[in-house]
Nanobody
C-alpha cells in the first residue's frame, strides 16, 4: 500500500524559505506521479507542483520560479523547496500520488483527476 507523509511546515516571514518533505513508499507500479497540493483557508485545494518517476516536473503559475520539486529515489523522498514566500502561500500543504501509464505530463495528470493516495497535510504560515 502506498504511504505518504508530508512534513516541514511552519511559520515563516514573507520573503523567507521553507522545504517540505514527503516520505513516499509502497509503490508497485513502474510509473507514478507525486504531486503537491495546498488548501488555503476558505479556498479549494489546488495542485501546485508535481514530479514524475522519470524526473519531469511541473508547476502552476502562482509558484513557478519560486518553488522547486525534487525526488530522491534512494531515500524515497520528494521535496518542495519554497522561496520568496508570500502571505498568500499560507495553506495546508499535502503530497499525493497517482499511478500512471507511460509518460504523461504530470500537471495534466494532477489537473484532470484526483490522486490515488493522499498524505496528511502540513501547515505553512507566511506572515507579512
Amino acid at each position: 500500500e502506498v504511504q505518504l507523509q508530508a512534513s516541514g511546515g511552519g511559520l515563516v516571514q514573507a520573503g523567507g524559505s521553507l522545504r517540505l518533505s514527503c516520505a513516499a513508499s509502497g509503490f508497485t507500479s513502474a510509473s507514478y506521479v507525486i504531486a503537491w497540493f495546498r488548501q488555503a483557508p476558505g479556498k479549494e485545494r489546488e495542485g501546485i507542483s508535481c514530479i514524475s518517476r522519470d524526473g519531469s516536473t511541473g508547476y502552476t503559475d502562482s509558484v513557478k520560479g519560486r518553488f522547486t520539486v525534487s525526488m530522491d529515489n534512494t531515500k524515497k523522498m520528494v521535496y518542495l523547496e519554497m522561496h520568496s514566500l508570500k502571505p498568500e502561500d499560507t495553506a495546508v500543504y499535502y503530497c499525493a500520488s497517482y499511478q500512471v501509464w507511460g509518460s504523461p505530463i504530470c500537471m495534466v495528470v494532477i489537473t484532470d483527476s484526483g490522486p490515488d493516495y493522499w498524505g496528511q497535510g502540513t501547515l505553512v504560515t507566511v506572515s507579512s
